[in-house]
């Protein structure tokens, strides 16, 4: 049964209306029709399963037959902060990342990255992100769609967190806490994960980030490609809390 996302509003009484994208992969892409079903998430941990019962030029009705609330997803919310890195690996990191179960994504833009994103095309590269995104969370029966923001400096980053929270960052010059230690000790419900571009990072922006309540962590003997720690990162996290 394939499953969609909509949005609460879409929902009225015991009828959805689906349009734009979605519509276009049910009629044209499965080639469903009336009377074959589908399983619908409405993004707040609700889900349905519901029988196509009209279909229009733009857009289609389907009737809930079963309403179920699932819950797929973490303890924690984890939160990446996640280095622009080359097209083809950034979107691996989104879409494994998704698959793992992280919260939101948030791009940062650090001293040494080495991909730029040129404003005229910020949307359209946002927009394929968000996709990546959708298509991940749809495969793993995510509950939600993680949200992607736009880019923010480095800098920016300690806006977005707390102190409360748990606040890790690989560092590759660390050699005394591992993210073992971390975890086994500090575990928390909401944890933010920031990982560098292929560079690494300066050592001016862990001086700022450690004086903001981070916990700078070893992955180990080895220096691991951006979007390895990343996955190293969450992997560990999930393990951690048994999911």
């Known amino acids: 049964m394939k499953k969609f996302f909509v949005y609460p509003e879409q929902i009225i009484d015991d009828k959805i209306t689906i349009d734009g994208s979605d519509y276009n992969h049910i009629i044209n892409v499965f080639r469903l029709k009336i009377k074959d079903k589908l399983l619908i998430n409405d993004r707040q941990g609700n889900e349905f399963i519901c029988i196509i019962t009209s279909v ?73 992100w968000k996709k990546i995104i959708e298509a991940a969370s749809k495969q793993s029966g995510r509950n939600l769609i993680p949200e992607i923001k736009y880019p923010i400096n480095f800098n920016e980053v300690t806006d977005y967190t707390n102190e409360t929270d748990l606040n890790i960052i690989p560092y590759e010059k660390e050699n005394k806490i591992s993210l073992k230690n971390i975890l086994e000790t500090k575990l928390k419900e909401n944890i933010n994960v920031v990982i560098g571009p292929e560079g690494g990072f300066t050592e001016e922006e862990i001086y700022h980030i450690k004086s903001n309540n981070f916990n700078c962590v070893t992955l180990g003997k080895r220096i691991l490609r951006s979007e390895t720690a990343t996955l190293t990162v969450i992997a560990n996290i999930m393990y951690e809390l048994n999911e």
């Open 56 to 128: 229009g030029k733009l857009s289609l009705i389907a009737t809930i037959e079963h309403k179920f609330i699932v819950s797929t997803e973490p303890k924690a919310k984890i939160t990446l902060f996640q280095s622009l890195i080359k097209a083809e690996k950034m979107e691996l990191v989104l879409q494994k990342s998704v698959e793992l179960g992280v919260y939101q994504i948030i791009p940062i833009i650090t001293d040494r990255c080495v991909v730029k994103l040129e404003t005229s095309k910020m949307e359209n590269k946002i927009s394929r």
